[in-house]
């Protein structure tokens, strides 16, 4: 099984980035996937969730980035992602993708700054 | 929304040493509740599930209980390696939360 994130920049205040989760290793459709941020020096943030298209693809968000992420997956290539929309600092953190079954990626960095 | 609170923070221990981290739940969440274990600039990894089921390939000194708002983890025998943070995560209601984390320190 394996778990790569990508998509990781320097963005300023405001702009967007969209993050990739690449996997391999087992049947994608099947798993819900999850992200999940860390800032640095604190501790882990859930922050949003795509369930598999069996139970109907929908996704749940932590308050902090409801309306302005986004979780979506394309089952036919095995790779969720994470759209980030009007991004602010205290948004700069590494962005970890993870599975139902306890899988996770090695981490992206985005840094939000002017 | 759910807060797990764990403690302690930090802790010092010896190799060979038994000890035990606690999460506690600010309302009840049967068993939904991970434990996971992070080294310094490493991807966290999932050591126990569903409060008490161990996950593969993960020693067996890592033992997880309880049920409801207090949940346990208890390292049998202290390693080498298991020096490390320790975070608790409640998968029973939206959002889902993490505890603030454990550091475990050799002493």
């Known amino acids: 099984v394996h778990l790569v994130e990508s998509g990781g920049a320097l963005v300023q205040p405001g702009r967007s980035l969209n993050l990739s989760c690449t996997t391999s290793?087992?049947?994608?459709?099947?798993?819900?996937m999850t992200w999940v941020r860390q800032a640095p020096g604190k501790g882990l943030e859930w922050i949003g969730f795509?369930?598999?298209?069996?139970?109907?693809?929908?996704?749940e968000y932590a308050a902090s980035v409801k309306g302005r992420f986004t979780v979506s997956r394309d089952d036919s290539k095995s790779i969720a992602y994470l759209q980030m929309n009007s991004l602010k600092t205290e948004d700069t953190a590494v962005y970890y993708c993870?599975?139902?079954?306890?899988?996770w990626g090695q981490g992206t960095l985005v840094s939000v700054s002017s | 929304d759910i807060q797990m609170t764990q403690s302690p923070s930090s802790l010092s221990a010896s190799v060979g040493d038994r000890v035990t981290i606690t999460c506690r739940a600010s309302?009840?969440?049967?068993?939904?509740l991970g434990w996971y274990q992070q080294k310094p600039g490493r991807a966290p990894k999932r050591l126990i599930f569903?409060?008490?089921n161990l996950q593969s390939g993960v020693p067996s000194r890592f033992i997880g209980s309880g049920s409801g708002t207090e949940f346990t983890l208890t390292i049998s025998s202290l390693q080498p390696e298991d020096f490390a943070t320790y975070y608790c995560?409640?998968?029973?209601?939206?959002?889902?939360?993490f505890g603030q984390g454990t550091k475990l320190e050799i002493k």
């Open positions: 290793g087992f049947t994608f459709a099947d798993y819900a």
């Open positions: 569903a409060a008490s």
């Open positions: 995560l409640q998968h029973n209601t939206y959002p889902f939360t």
């Open positions: 795509i369930r598999s298209l069996s139970y109907g693809g929908t996704t």
């Open positions: 309302q009840g969440i049967r068993n939904d």
């Open positions: 993870t599975n139902s079954i306890g899988y």
